[in-house]
């Protein structure tokens, strides 16, 4: 049972300290930390670094001991850890490329209403100061716990966690973790993930310039184009067709100096959850293809790229899977390249628990050798499965259904979060909160469809909820009194 006196003691402390709270975390969002292989002493890019120091001052300004561990990992919590009884709570400071469609500044973060709108405010910033504002109260309210706590904040979650697999092969690790970088309530299990690219064995003519679409392999993309080389015969077949309309573009096109640009456009969300996105490869490939001026040679090449962006399941490539435990295997295509004449498809593949990652490589070898094109396995992070049975999934569980009055059970994703990387992990929330009219009506104000949410165009955080998140991660970490680690 959630003590209410103390429930209390913890909202109110959240509401006293909630504009200390938005400023810190402006802070944090005004850098552009977006992961890329960096030199020397920023092994992740100077935008990673610098949200990581700042991270770590701000810790130092709440009076927590901050370290950093060779500039890939920081913790804020106390100087000499126990960490056979640490309980480590972990956030990325990285963010995803900022992608098309803004109507805000991505990196000169606003407040509108209860909203706080910039690239990382939501994934994974806004949750790491909470945290860190957890601790704070525990510590000021002066509630015993039974196990010691640490914040860490890493800086390459979004590109492929090297960052983790640094930090855990030359550094202790708590005796259990918790991630708040998913929905509530406890998220016991992830999906694999598998990356790789689909390269077409033959070149495009000299009639296809330039191809590209996306800007990250976990991001569905709003945008691909290709540039052609300006015909009489494309003019006048584009000059027979009629453009979409403006509100609701799916292709375009420009004539530039260099050659005609043609355009596709999507809906963006995140390539573990496809589900209501609009792939603009698909779209510009569907459209590439019908093209009578295009080469028939270069339709064909892109006619492959077209079959794997035209469903998110893997039923093209016969890898489609699904289990009682983690549902159905994904399989977005989401960024388009062209490498010395090559077309190169990347593909983000989140496979279900029980599914053989080995039989997946496999099948989409031969798929490649079907089509024309090359399948090359860049890497495969496997699945993340804590036991269900721990006294922890339950409790916390039951936590966050007290306070919210809902009946929510725990649960298994195909996002991938740090739990994949460190031993007795697990995330519980922030996210899936349940929101009011009043969040309805502000987002329908603020934002058109398709905008707001975490690597989508106009990022955004509820502030209110964020706030009645934290209370309950305060409460569950008041549970773990009662847990042995």
């Not at 790491?128 to 509630?143: D, K, N, P, S, T």
């Not at 694999?192 to 064995?201: D, N």
């Not at 489609?320 to 077309?343: F, I, N, P, Q, R």
């Amino acid at each position: 049972m959630v003590d209410r006196e103390i429930y209390n003691k913890v909202s109110m402390w959240f509401e006293a300290h909630k504009e200390e709270m938005i400023k810190d975390i402006i802070r944090l969002v005004r850098i552009e930390s977006i992961s890329q292989p960096g030199k020397d002493d920023t092994p992740f890019g100077k935008g990673c670094l610098r949200a990581l120091e700042e991270m770590l001052q701000i810790g130092r300004e709440h009076g927590f001991y901050a370290e950093n561990y060779d500039n890939v990992v920081g913790s804020i919590g106390n100087k000499n850890k126990n960490w056979d009884n640490l309980v480590g709570f972990w956030n990325h400071l990285d963010v995803v490329p900022v992608g098309n469609g803004w109507e805000y500044d991505p990196f000169a973060p606003v407040v509108r209403e209860h909203f706080l709108i910039g690239r990382g405010a939501q994934d994974n910033k806004g949750p790491a100061v909470g945290i860190l504002y957890m601790m704070q109260c525990l510590r000021e309210l002066h509630i015993p716990l039974q196990h010691e706590l640490c914040l860490f904040v890493g800086t390459d979650e979004e590109r492929g966690m090297e960052d983790m697999e640094y930090y855990t092969a030359h550094y202790p690790v708590p005796k259990l973790s918790m991630i708040a970088d998913s929905g509530f309530p406890v998220c016991y299990g992830e999906k694999g993930i598998m990356e790789g690219r689909m390269v077409a064995k033959e070149c495009v003519t000299a009639q296809v310039l330039k191809a590209y679409g996306g800007s990250a392999a976990n991001m569905i993309p709003d945008r691909a184009g290709v540039l052609l080389a300006d015909s009489k015969a494309l003019r006048e077949e584009l000059g027979g067709l009629e453009k979409n309309g403006t509100e609701e573009k799916e292709i375009d096109w420009v004539i530039r100096p260099e050659g005609i640009e043609i355009i596709g456009y999507g809906a963006s969300r995140h390539s573990a959850f496809p589900e209501g996105s609009v792939n603009a490869i698909h779209k510009l490939s569907a459209f590439l293809i019908k093209l009578a001026s295009l080469s028939e040679a270069d339709r064909t090449i892109f006619s492959g790229v077209e079959k794997l962006c035209r469903e998110y399941y893997g039923e093209e490539t016969q890898i489609a899977y699904e289990d009682t435990v983690s549902g159905k295997t994904t399989c977005a295509a989401t960024v388009l390249t062209m490498e010395e004449g090559h077309l190169c498809l990347t593909l983000n593949i989140r496979y279900a628990i029980t599914a053989k990652h080995d039989q997946a490589d496999q099948a989409l070898r031969a798929w490649g050798m079907a089509n024309q094109m090359e399948w090359k396995l860049e890497r495969n992070s496997k699945p993340n499965y804590f036991p269900k049975e721990h006294p922890a999934v339950e409790r916390l569980t039951g936590i966050y259904n007290e306070i919210t009055g809902r009946k929510e059970q725990s649960f298994v994703m195909g996002g991938g979060t740090y739990a994949r990387k460190l031993p007795n992990a697990f995330a519980y929330g922030i996210g899936g909160m349940e929101q009011n009219d009043l969040d309805r009506e502000a987002k329908e104000r603020l934002f058109q469809a398709g905008h707001g949410g975490a690597h989508e165009p106009d990022e955004a955080l509820n502030l209110r909820l964020l706030l009645e998140a934290m209370k309950i991660y305060t409460m569950a970490v008041i549970a773990l009194n009662e847990i042995e680690l």
